[in-house]
C-alpha cells in the first residue's frame, strides 16, 4: 500500500495584485502572438531548447499523477523522410475522397493539402503518444484515468513553451498514425496524439488570416 507523504509548498510565488494584473495581460499578449506555422526553416535548434521545452509539458497534471505522455523527438532525417513517406500516404486517401465535403470546406481556408513537407524540412518532430494503461510489475493491465485530458493539457504546455522559448510550432494530426508505433518502436499501449513540429519559421511565412473568438464568446462568469 502507498503511504501518504506531504511535503511543504513553499515555491509557491504570490506577487502583489497590480503586478499580478500586469503579468496575466503580459502573458496572453505573448500567447496573442502565436500562430501555427506550416513553413519552416531547416534552421538547427539546439536540442537544449527542446528538452526544456518538454520539462515543462511534464510539469501538467494528471489524473491521479499518472503522467500518462511520452514525448519522442525525431531529428534523424530518415526517420522523418519515412514519417513524410507515410502521413502523405494516409493524407492522399484523406483528401481524395475519405474526408467528409463539410470537413474539406473547413480546412480551406488553412490551405492545406496532402502534402506534408514541413515533416522534413522543420529540424524537430516531437511525436506525442498516450498511454491507454500500462503493465504492473505483474503484468497485469493497470487502467490510466483521464488520458486525453491530461495529455492534451501537456501538449498544449509544450507548444506555449516552443512559443516562449522563441520558436514556431505545428499541431499535425496525420490522417492515419498508426503507423508511427511501427516505425518508432512503440508499444500497443501507446497511442499516437499528435505530432508537434517545430523549428524556426521559414522567411517571409505566411498565416491564414483567422480571427479569435472574444473573451465575452468564450466566458461567462456568474
Ligand atoms: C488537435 C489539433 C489538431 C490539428 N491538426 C492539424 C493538422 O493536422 N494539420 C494542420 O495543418 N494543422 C492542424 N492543427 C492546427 C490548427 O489548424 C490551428 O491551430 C488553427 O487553424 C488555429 O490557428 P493558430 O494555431 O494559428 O491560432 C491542429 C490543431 C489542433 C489543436
Not at 474526408?99 to 506534408?116: M, P, S
Amino acid at each position: 500500500m502507498p503511504t501518504k507523504k506531504f511535503i511543504k509548498y513553499d515555491n509557491y510565488q504570490e506577487y502583489p495584485l497590480p503586478e499580478m494584473i500586469e503579468r496575466s495581460r503580459k502573458f496572453y499578449e505573448e500567447l496573442s502572438r502565436r500562430r501555427t506555422v506550416r513553413q519552416f526553416s531547416k534552421r538547427s535548434v539546439p536540442r537544449e531548447i527542446i528538452e526544456n521545452c518538454i520539462r515543462a509539458a511534464g510539469t501538467a497534471p494528471s489524473g491521479a499523477h499518472i503522467q500518462p505522455w511520452k514525448f519522442i523527438v525525431v531529428g534523424n532525417s530518415k526517420i522523418k523522410n519515412e514519417i513524410q513517406a507515410q502521413a502523405e500516404a494516409g493524407e492522399w486517401e484523406f483528401y481524395s475522397g475519405k474526408a467528409t465535403q463539410n470537413w474539406v470546406r473547413d480546412l480551406e481556408q488553412l490551405g492545406t493539402d496532402d502534402r506534408k513537407s514541413f515533416l522534413t524540412v522543420a529540424p524537430w518532430l516531437i511525436v506525442i503518444f498516450a498511454q491507454k494503461y500500462c503493465l504492473d510489475s505483474n503484468g497485469v493491465r493497470k487502467k490510466h484515468y483521464y488520458v486525453n485530458e491530461s495529455v492534451g493539457i501537456a501538449s498544449g504546455i509544450l507548444i506555449t513553451a516552443l512559443h516562449r522559448a522563441g520558436l514556431a510550432a505545428l499541431t499535425y494530426t496525420p490522417s492515419k498514425s498508426n503507423f508511427l508505433n511501427k516505425l518508432l518502436g512503440r508499444s500497443e499501449n501507446e497511442r499516437p496524439f499528435m505530432i508537434v513540429v517545430t523549428g524556426f519559421p521559414a522567411v517571409d511565412v505566411k498565416v491564414p488570416d483567422l480571427t479569435r473568438k472574444s473573451l465575452s464568446e468564450i466566458s461567462e462568469f456568474i
